[in-house]
């Protein structure tokens, strides 16, 4: 089971790249809603009120992910699919790019545009903190208290995450734990009867 991704930590800084005249503003941002993507366009359309494009493109979710690509004005496919081509070289989700042009006056043609918006893509993503983040699968562990150093072990030993924990006759463990595992803690917790696994999603 794929139960990790990629994305980016932080937001980047601006990366430039200029071409004839024309300057382009690369921008990385973490993505966590498609409603942040206005918000964020909007922000820079503030910041470069006096700029000709904000072209972008973004990724978001793992096994059937949403994207979107956008040329703001510019020739079809000569700005979002190129940003977006970067998204994808770099293996990243949850992600928005967005490359500010300023026009210099001279035009750069198709070729010339989808390099110069790949360029401020791959500027940005390079500047940008790439880490990994796992899928996780919440799930609760009830057990008797004569067993809660054993299940403690296996927590230990399988990396499992507490989210929080409930004691009284027995001891309910709130737990989340990579995805791939999921099976593998389920049956170690089957032979430790009389605790029991409940899956919670």
């Not at 545009?113 to 899928?135: C, D, F, P, W």
């Not at 929080?164 to 389920?186: C, K």
């Amino acid at each position: 089971m794929e139960d990790q991704y990629k994305t980016i930590k932080a937001p980047s800084s601006p990366q430039i790249f200029k071409d004839r005249g024309s300057k382009f503003l690369g921008y990385a941002f973490p993505l966590s809603a498609v409603e942040e993507v206005a918000e964020h366009i909007e922000t820079l359309k503030k910041e470069h009120h006096t700029a000709r494009h904000w072209c972008y493109a973004y990724q978001l979710g793992v096994s059937q992910p949403q994207y979107r690509a956008n040329d703001d004005g510019e020739p079809a496919n000569s700005a979002g699919a190129p940003i977006y081509g970067q998204i994808q070289a770099f293996e990243l989700t949850d992600v928005l790019v967005v490359v500010v042009r300023y026009f210099g006056g001279t035009k750069l043609g198709i070729g010339g545009l989808i390099n110069a918006y790949r360029t401020g893509a791959k500027l940005a993503l390079e500047a940008s903190e790439i880490e990994t983040r796992y899928i996780e699968t919440p799930f609760v562990i009830k057990t008797p208290y004569n067993l809660l150093g054993r299940i403690m072990r296996l927590i230990d030993e399988e990396g499992i995450t507490i989210i929080s924990q409930e004691s009284a006759q027995d001891v309910s463990l709130h737990l989340q734990v990579r995805s791939s595992r999921i099976s593998r803690v389920e049956n170690a917790v089957k032979k430790l009867y009389p605790a029991q696994f409940i899956p919670t999603n």
